[in-house]
């Protein structure tokens, strides 16, 4: 019995908003750890140019892993 296209874009949304989810999770939990370590040691907490680049691949790296894992969960 063939899925219907409703059913197939419904899978699709929900796919990508679990993606997108995990995603802002992992940045985050990121964030908060390097909050918490800039906290006990202020020495490293010198900021570098190269930061905000490094939190957005984190964040498009974890969104491609989730939705890699969840398209082969949900196929």
Not at 10 to 18: D, P, Q, V
Not at 29 to 57: C, H, K, V
Request: glycine share 4%; proline share 4%.
């Amino acid at each position: 019995k063939p899925i219907s296209q409703k059913k197939v874009e419904e899978l699709e949304f929900l796919i990508r908003t679990k993606a997108i989810t995990f995603s802002w999770i992992g940045l985050m939990m990121t964030l908060a750890f390097s909050a918490f370590g800039n906290l006990f040691d202020p020495e490293l907490s010198n900021y570098s140019r190269w930061d905000p680049i490094f939190y957005i691949g984190l964040s498009l790296i974890l969104y491609m892993i989730s939705y890699s894992i969840n398209k082969r969960k949900y196929s």
